[in-house]
């Protein structure tokens, strides 16, 4: 494992030069994936964020359905990790409100990125570029923007659990993003834990939930791209609906979404 994966972090958790030499190798995923083998999450994320293991950290979060234990779980050991949240312009009125209401209750170091307007001009002029391509679109809101700040880290949080889908049952809480030349980290610390276990720490907490769910959207994306679900369906049928779309491009099928 490189030094700066093991060094303190700086106080804003960002590097002042970029360098472009890989992070993490898969022996480090590995290495990492033993070293905590029978951790509490609790456990594991204290000693990753507070001992700088995993490096230069931030999370990634959409802000969705479950999005406020992860947060919640990582601002009680420190509120200063950077969330990134991608605002595409085109999210539910009441997504940013449920943000803003975390950002606050939680203490979060948020920071907002947005597309490059170059990008919307030349690519996206009328903003009607999900109704045709949506592939296309989430390249310009999300995958651009995303990409250019990403480099400025080690490694990320997501809230993927191996009950939301089968390409996630056997996901380690360590992993090297193979679709990544950097070789960055991703963590994966719920990745165990039950559909129980998230509603349980959402009651023990006393959390807020997105107030779209109990509308029908237990999957919640942005508006134009995201449909009610009637009960009994999958929760993702909502998202891309009529489309041969599963993911935003952020991630590789069966990743989506990060938080």
Known sequence: MKPEAIASLTSDRTRDTLDLAPRF???DAVRLNRMFRGSTTQEMLEAVIRDGLAGYLAVVSSFGAESAVLL????????????LFLDTG?????????????????????????????DLAKKDETGLRWSYDPDGCCEIRKVRPLEKV???????FTGRKAFQAAT??????????????????????????????INAYFEAHDLPRHPLIVQGYPSIGCSP????????E???SGRWKGWDKTECGIHKPGEEPFL
């Open 25 to 27: 190798s898969e022996h």
């Open 168 to 197: 996630r049952a056997n996901l380690p809480r360590f992993e090297v993003d193979t679709s990544d030349a950097q070789g960055r980290l991703k963590i994966n610390p719920l990745i165990d834990w039950s559909a129980e276990d």
């Open 150 to 156: 990403m480099a400025r880290y080690d490694a990320s």
């Open 90 to 118: 085109k999210h539910f009125p009441e997504t940013l409100e449920y943000r803003d209401l975390l950002a606050a209750r939680l203490g979060l170091n948020l920071v907002v990125l947005t597309p490059d307007p170059a």
């Open 225 to 232: 791209c995201t449909t009610q679900v009637a009960p009994g």
């Open 234 to 236: 999958d929760p993702r």
């Open 72 to 83: 919640h779980l990582v601002a009680s050991v420190d509120p200063t990790v950077p969330v």
